[in-house]
């Protein structure tokens, strides 16, 4: 893995209560992504950070908040969780846009599995 | 609204045989077309990318083909082997964002 590093890697919560997800890097990348991975609907965006305290929306991100204080540290936040956020979540990183691909490579970490009861 | 088509759901092919998954998309704002692996518990995995203006890139017994016009791309994998056995996306890039088509889980028999 690409010094990615999601935390927790499992949860179990129960339906109304906050719960915030962590990615690490220590690849000092640019961009860092939030994505959820549901059984027929692949990979969806959530939030996406293009620097320090930059961030912006993705398809899918109605119940969800993010942050980003520093350049290693992206926050998943579920304000009141829903059983509709059971899912598999997954954080990526990019360096961005550039001539050579590897550049442009989005690695991922390794997922949060979270169960809302 | 599905921006990037991936077909088929699943795919079940004989060892050595040719695995052919398929994408299609709309917008022509797209400038890079990725597909990752991803084998079950873990997070996918880059496996080959390829942009516009090359219609074909090969990295081992991995081929992408692109089809600019019809606005098309497609995944090869030949002389499968059951260690193939992944979920595979296809992805297609606008400014720094992917879009993923909905993936094709994919099984090689021994």
């Known amino acids: 893995d690409a010094g990615i590093t999601q935390s927790p890697r499992h949860k179990v919560t129960e339906t109304g209560t906050p719960v915030t997800l962590r990615c690490h890097q220590t690849?000092?990348?640019?961009?860092m992504y939030w994505y959820r991975q549901d059984p027929g609907h692949g990979l969806r965006l959530i939030h996406y950070?293009?620097?320090?305290?930059?961030?912006d929306k993705g398809e899918v991100s109605d119940g969800y908040s993010v942050s980003r204080s520093k350049t290693e540290d992206f926050l998943l936040t579920l304000e009141s969780a829903t059983s509709s956020q059971t899912s598999v979540y997954f954080c990526?990183?990019?360096?961005?846009?550039?001539?050579?691909?590897?550049?442009?490579?989005?690695?991922f970490g390794p997922g949060t599995r979270l169960t809302v009861l | 609204q599905q921006q990037v088509k991936q077909s088929p759901q699943s795919l079940i092919v004989q060892k050595g045989g040719i695995s052919i998954i398929n994408c299609a998309y709309e917008n022509t704002a797209f400038d890079y077309f990725p597909w990752y692996q991803q084998f079950p518990g873990k997070g996918p995995a880059l496996l080959i990318a390829?942009?516009?203006?090359?219609s074909e890139k090969k990295e081992g017994r991995f081929t992408i083909s692109f089809n600019k016009s019809a606005k098309q791309f497609s995944l090869h994998i030949m002389d499968s082997q059951p260690g193939d056995s992944a979920t595979y996306f296809c992805a297609a890039r606008r400014t720094e964002k992917l879009v993923f088509g909905k993936g094709t889980k994919l099984t090689v028999n021994p």
């Open positions: 950070s293009y620097g320090v305290k930059d961030t």
């Open positions: 690849e000092n990348h640019r961009y």
């Open positions: 990526a990183i990019s360096g961005g846009r550039g001539v050579i691909d590897s550049y442009n490579e989005q690695f």
């Open positions: 390829i942009r516009p203006d090359v």
